[in-house]
């Protein structure tokens, strides 16, 4: 009987989980939202999140956020340094999407889970170095930025 037990409440946590990790997927596809920025020349460019909540000139800062509230990370980046994805320290912030450009770009989506005085958020971008032989004289940039999680 108690094994029994056991096993309705693991099939049931199994199936709590699963729902809650749609309801993240189906949160973020429904927040997602481009936007295709030209140049003069009329070249498309990085497309741009209308709704990012953390940009690149955010770097070493603060940003607040509502907890349950998905926000969206978006790093421009550039063929010859591109940003590798995103990503936060500890367990408050759950991820729900992710993605990198061609163009060197990185941004992620996440969902504030709990409130949190501070949760790094941290990416880097890497020069492409020439050849494997010739090392690169331009060291990696690191991008920081505390999410603050309000209730």
């Not at 009987?1 to 596809?29: D, Q, Y």
Request: proline fraction near 6%; charge should be negative; hydrophobic fraction near 45%.
């Amino acid at each position: 009987m108690k094994a029994g037990g056991v096993a309705v409440r693991s099939k049931r946590g199994t199936a709590l989980a699963l729902l809650v990790v749609n309801l993240l997927i189906l949160v973020g596809a429904v927040v997602t939202v481009f936007v295709v920025d030209f140049d003069d020349d009329g070249e498309s460019q990085t497309a741009r999140r209308r709704d990012a909540a953390v940009l690149d000139t955010d770097n070493r800062g603060e940003v607040s956020v509502p907890v349950g509230k998905p926000f969206v990370v978006d790093l421009k980046g550039s063929e010859d340094a591109p940003w590798s994805l995103p990503l936060a320290s500890g367990t408050s912030l759950a991820i729900v999407s992710s993605s990198l450009d061609l163009d060197g770009s990185a941004s992620a989506t996440f969902v504030p889970l709990e409130v949190t005085p501070g949760v790094k958020l941290v990416a880097e971008r890497t020069p492409a170095c020439r050849t494997a032989s010739d090392p690169c004289d331009t060291p990696s940039e690191r991008f920081e930025v505390t999410i603050r999680v309000v209730g």
